[in-house]
């Protein structure tokens, strides 16, 4: 399986509950960090990740607030004791940018490897994955990644017998061991395993008009994560003058997709509207986080209640207000509980029929 998490969407300024730019996942051991804007190591703590089988760290582009929190977490990487090398991959200047942000934090126990991006297109293999880097179109030289996760093909019994491989052996060659037999033969997985099923897609851009090269690179994604800096209307100028996106571009962007998800956001929020209205014409659900999102247009949510959470924070305050107990002494608290809830009017538009879901709320 492959975790993601949007530790920070932010756009220069952090806010309390938006932090700047990162993207991180997790994948069988392995993690990987795309940007480490201020208050990165913020989100890995709240999410309850580590930073210890950190793999590599990618950056787009070198603007503050998508490299700010990077001294940090690399003090914390060699406070926790890491000796294994970090391969960090940028675009060209890599090396010069992060050594001199390194002056404050000079002294680690483990060694830096650099990965300069300095062409149109980059691959790069990991260890069980590969990360494909892509020239966008940003006001400074600027990459997309993609991370694709190869899968194996399915194990054929009938293939492992006409290949006379002993059964001893059949767990370690799916697991992409090769092996040499008793008899000297040497074993390799093909040999028990059917044709490649396709692999997991993630595409990541951010910081850039949206060029054709995005649109190319993003396809067959399972997951594609883009930016959209302005919301509302009469931005495009500024877009193209500052080199981002609206809303409504980056939704026509996207309009090939299959599915499209709209995390817990302010400025999300109040764009709906537009990313609703693009998606729905181009027959694309949208996959909202709150119940606002839903009634703004999209298909369906699973989030938490705001009415409980209003009547969690209700309680805080009456315990501070009678003098009970200090704000200091009241522990963070959130809901485990969510509620589906689904747009019926959207559902209809997108031709979808009674969708057996269990406790969902139709507005």
């Known amino acids: 399986m492959l975790d993601v998490c949007l530790l920070g969407t932010g756009g220069m300024m952090p806010l309390p509950y938006r932090k700047l730019t990162a993207c991180m996942t997790r994948f069988n051991g392995h993690s990987l960090l795309i940007d480490c804007g201020e208050g990165t190591q913020v989100g890995i703590k709240e999410r309850g990740w580590s930073v210890k089988p950190l793999d590599a760290i990618c950056f787009t582009h070198f603007h503050a607030d998508h490299i700010s929190g990077l001294p940090g977490l690399l003090l914390t990487l060699g406070n926790a004791e890491r000796t294994e090398p970090l391969l960090i991959i940028g675009p060209k200047g890599v090396e010069r940018v992060v050594n001199s942000l390194r002056v404050i934090a000079p002294e680690l126990p483990f060694p830096i490897e650099f990965y300069e991006l300095n062409e149109k297109e980059h691959v790069i293999e990991m260890d069980g994955y590969k990360i494909e880097a892509f020239y966008v179109k940003h006001n400074v030289p600027c990459y997309g990644y993609n991370m694709i996760i190869p899968r194996a093909g399915k ?27 008793e008899d000297g033969r040497v074993l390799t997985s093909d040999m028990i395993l059917g044709s490649p099923r396709p692999g997991i897609k993630l595409t990541y851009c951010t910081d850039t008009r949206p060029v054709q090269t995005i649109s190319e690179h993003a396809k067959n994604a399972d997951l594609f994560i883009c930016e959209g800096m302005y919301g509302e209307e009469g931005k495009e100028k500024k877009a193209r003058e500052y080199k981002h996106m609206t809303f409504y571009e980056a939704a026509h962007l996207a309009k090939e997709a299959d599915v499209i998800f709209a995390p817990t956001d302010n400025l999300v ?58 704000p200091s002494e009241i522990p963070v608290t959130t809901l485990d509980e969510t509620e589906t809830i689904i747009n019926k009017s959207t559902m209809e538009t997108l031709g979808i029929k009674d969708p057996q879901i269990e406790n969902a709320t139709f507005k």
Not at 164 to 179: A, C, F, H, S
Not at 290 to 298: L, Q, R, Y
Request: charged share 25%; net charge positive; glycine share 10%.
């Open 269 to 326: 929020a109040s764009s709906m509207p537009i990313i609703t209205k693009v998606a729905t014409e181009n027959k694309i659900p949208v996959i909202g986080s709150e119940e606002g999102h839903v009634e703004n247009g999209a298909l369906a949510c699973n989030g938490i209640s705001y009415k409980e959470l209003g009547k969690k924070a209700g309680e805080m305050a009456a315990q501070i207000l009678k003098g009970e107990k200090q």
């Open 155 to 181: 194990f054929d019994p009938v293939k492992a017998k006409e290949n006379d491989i002993p059964m001893k052996y059949w767990n370690r060659l799916q697991k992409g061991e090769t092996v040499t037999s």
